[in-house]
């Protein structure tokens, strides 16, 4: 069973505030990414890490920001919410395959809603 | 361009039969090739995954897929559906010497008793 874990499950937040969307994994996986998935189900990437001090944007811009100070975390942060940013947010892990390719686990995933 | 496409984005079927799931990718190298599955409400779960070598892999529920590389596919199947396969399937690749794993739009199952 995939130790991966987001808080909150559930989030609706009025616009203009600052959120932190948390992520945590039990693994020990030096890589994490986390994924926006629109209403229509596409996921797109829009932020991953190789390891502590490691961020990189993904495919998709986003104005979200996001840290990696420990292995096991990797909080994303919206400086001020916005009704554009409501959509369900999944983080994942994947230990270090050498660019071999891994299995990657999925958190539950957090759906964000800003009114 | 470089894509994963999952041609039809909603299929329905009837408890019992068999089901097919198209994925194809446009990339210069064959990738790594992955099927997750995601329930209402959840994260996303492996179902199977191809490396190299066996272009017949099977995974977890019953699932299989096959790796054509003339056609650039990785179709998923599974010979008889169950209720509880009702869910979102996604095909996602890797790219070789990367480690981002990127995903197909998604194909939603629905399946009648």
């Known amino acids: 069973e995939a130790d991966i874990y987001q808080t909150p499950r559930y989030l609706v937040i009025g616009t203009g505030k600052k959120i932190t969307l948390e992520c945590s994994q039990t693994?020990?996986?030096?890589?994490m990414y986390w994924y926006q998935q629109d209403p229509g189900m596409e996921l797109h990437l829009i932020h991953y890490?190789?390891?502590?001090?490691?961020?990189e944007k993904g495919d998709l811009s986003s104005e979200s920001t996001v840290s990696r100070i420990r292995t096991e975390h990797f909080p994303l942060t919206l400086e001020s919410a916005r009704p554009s940013h409501t959509s369900q947010y999944l983080c994942?892990?994947?230990?270090?395959?050498?660019?071999?390719?891994?299995?990657?686990?999925f958190g539950q995933g957090t759906r964000l809603t800003v009114v | 361009a470089q894509s994963v496409t999952q041609p039809d984005i909603h299929i329905t079927v009837s408890e019992g039969a068999s089901l097919e799931l198209r994925c194809n990718y446009s990339y210069g190298a064959t990738p790594y090739l992955f099927w997750y599955v995601q329930s209402p409400g959840q994260g996303l779960q492996l179902l199977l995954k191809?490396?190299?070598?066996?272009?017949l892999v099977q995974g977890i529920k019953g699932f299989e897929a096959e790796f054509k590389r003339s056609q650039s596919s990785f179709n998923l199947r599974k010979p008889s559906v169950h209720w509880s396969d009702a869910a979102e399937y996604f095909c996602a690749v890797v790219l070789k010497g990367t480690d981002k794993l990127i995903f197909g739009t998604g194909t939603r199952l629905q399946v009648f008793p």
């Open positions: 191809y490396f190299s070598g066996d272009t």
């Open positions: 693994m020990g996986h030096d890589k």
């Open positions: 890490s190789y390891g502590v001090n490691s961020t």
């Open positions: 994942a892990s994947t230990p270090w395959s050498g660019g071999k390719g891994a299995e990657a686990f």
